[in-house]
């Protein structure tokens, strides 16, 4: 079974490999390993932790585009709708996970990664920045008047709003400013591991009532809290949950494989790279109810 990750932090792990000196670096790191685990189509995330300016994302937003470019394997879209099932070849589309350097012009700056061919993005990491605040800001903080007009004028373009990472009180601020499509990327269920990343009943029922998706995350400390059950089959636990409580639409999966960042490793036992997914595609086939989870969902969302 074919899969749709919502959320590779890629961006991050080529601009690295650049910045080293690499070239073709989907190519020589990446491809085969997607491959091996049937990721046929994934969001490209360009991460920025809070300490990035604007010229700093749009280094990261136009190498990883070049690079994407220049793998010969490798189809950059920006709908959904034009990716091709049934052919051998691989696609990206662009997402930002946090838009830190956009501390002004915010509309003409969203522009720009829209013509990119951005199509998701959250407004922050877990930081507190001029847009919104992240699970590690102050509560009190939410969207601000800079975060309403970017969530706005998201919406105006057609590139999908990431709550992810955003804390309770910007998640529902960005809920009461906005009318369409919400996804969370790479979030699990709190009901089952009550890590602040993890989203409330009350969100997911949102999110779903909003048409949107959820990617089930297979990072360890948002699987479950004790170590010897970060394994996949309570991985496959939280993605039960989700279902159950968002319906089968409404789920998907946004890995977060930490391979992507050098010398980490947070991973779900089982679960834990790019070329284990096959294992989930396998449990899929299995249970076929559950075959709208592997990218028909995703697709749904990025079909414009």
Known sequence: MQLFDLHADLGYAVLKKHRAGYSN?????YTAKLRAGNIKALCMASYFDGSQNWEQMQEMVTVLKREIACCEEMTLVCNASDIDWEDDRL???????????????????????????????????????????GVRGSHDHGLTALGIRAVQ???????????SHADEQTFWDIVDHTSGILVASHSNASALCSNPRNLTQDQIKVIAERNGVIGV??????????????????????VQWITKTAGIEHVGYGFDFMEYYDGTDDAVKGI?????????GDW???NKEYKKTAYENAVRVFSY
């Open 25 to 29: 670096i989907l190519s020589s790191f």
């Open 284 to 286: 899929i086939s299995r």
């Open 91 to 133: 696609y990206a589309m662009l997402s930002i996970e946090g838009m830190c350097g956009i501390r002004d012009n915010v509309e003409s700056k969203l522009d720009w990664l829209y013509e990119q061919g951005v199509r998701l993005a959250s407004l922050c990491w877990n930081e507190q920045n001029e847009l919104a605040c």
């Open 153 to 163: 004028h998201m919406e105006k373009l057609g590139m999908r709003i990431d709550v």
């Open 272 to 280: 834990s790279s790019p070329q284990e997914a096959s294992v989930l």
């Open 217 to 238: 995350v297979t990072a360890a400390p948002f699987v479950h809290f004790k170590k010897t059950k970060q394994d996949f089959e309570h991985y496959l636990k939280q």
